[in-house]
């Protein structure tokens, strides 16, 4: 069963991608306004905000990909963990990380902070109405760390010296390697960089927050990137460009959460790796190379 979630998780992940992958800037509708006609969270002496990101669907390479909506809730508290309440006003079978809770008008429990938990609704027979990702977050700052990994990026150079845009990629891997302190000799940073942000900040935000330091470029919107200094999508492949990840401590070595970087709230000490991909399958690797 977890590992059916964990597919999921990364089906969605990439549906997102894919359908903005579709154009530079394909249509994105964005939502702070919560449908507690589905679900409605408030937390005493806390901040719950939340967020709808609708991307729309399109065809890439023969194959059509549907629009996704993804669903947040960060909840930002003083305290080592928030009471939440939660109204399920259609009596849907709730869930938290896997484990059924209640099908009440109304339920209550206490969630950890600096951490990510899966709330889930579903029908009596068993099918995912909605999900949602809830981030418990301290209410004033957040320590994060974050790195950009251009492993893929430097095997295509690698092996495609002959090819017409060649010099182009090159180009723009050495000045986004020279933007972040130099990429050893298989494309990932010397040192990876620690920000402080404020509660609530995304892996987008601690993005721009890298960018603004170190005068990267980032192209694409507010919810997608298109990319970093020139290196950019479709430059090394079809369906290459830029994802992020954090990374775990078994195989494959990282997870690839379900909502789009602009939506994932950052917790207290998560490192968030920006990826280069040339075929999806290829980011394990990234993760995991090492020098020789």
């Not at 894919?18 to 005493?44: I, M, N, P, Q, Y």
């Not at 960089?193 to 721009?208: C, E, F, I, K, Q």
């Not at 991909?277 to 980011?283: A, E, G, N, V």
């Amino acid at each position: 069963m977890k590992n059916l979630k964990k597919v999921f998780a990364v089906i969605m992940a990439l549906a997102m991608i894919f359908a903005l992958s579709v154009t530079a800037f394909a249509a994105t509708t964005v939502s702070t306004t919560e449908d507690t006609s589905v679900l409605k969270v408030t937390s005493s002496g806390n901040t719950v905000t939340y967020q709808a990101v609708t991307v729309d669907g399109g065809i890439k390479d023969g194959v059509s990909y549907p629009s996704t909506t993804v669903y947040t809730y960060c909840v930002k508290t003083s305290n080592s963990t928030a009471t939440i309440k939660f109204t399920n006003p259609q009596h849907y079978y709730m869930y938290i990380d896997g484990m059924y809770m209640s099908n009440g008008y109304t339920f209550t429990t206490v969630l950890a902070k600096n951490a990510h938990h899966t709330i889930e609704l579903k029908t009596s027979g068993g099918t995912v109405y909605r999900s949602f990702d809830l981030a418990v977050v301290d209410s004033t700052s957040v320590n994060v760390s974050i790195e950009i990994n251009c492993y893929n990026a430097k095997n295509w150079l690698n092996n495609n010296s002959n090819a017409s845009n060649y010099a182009t990629v090159l180009s723009a891997y050495n000045t986004l390697s020279t933007h972040v302190g130099g990429f050893n000799s298989i494309g990932k940073m010397s040192a990876v960089v620690t920000l402080n942000l404020p509660a609530g900040s995304t892996a987008m935000d601690a993005l721009n927050a890298l960018a603004s330091a170190d005068s990267i470029t980032v192209s694409g919107s507010s919810t997608y990137v298109s990319g970093l200094d020139g290196l950019n999508a479709s430059m090394c492949g079809s369906w290459s460009g830029w994802c992020y990840v954090t990374p775990t401590s078994s195989s494959p070595y990282y997870n690839m959460p379900s909502v789009g970087a602009a939506s994932y709230t950052l917790t207290e000490g998560e490192h968030i790796i920006w990826v280069y991909t040339c075929t999806y399958s290829d980011i394990g690797a990234a993760i995991t190379a090492t020098t020789p």
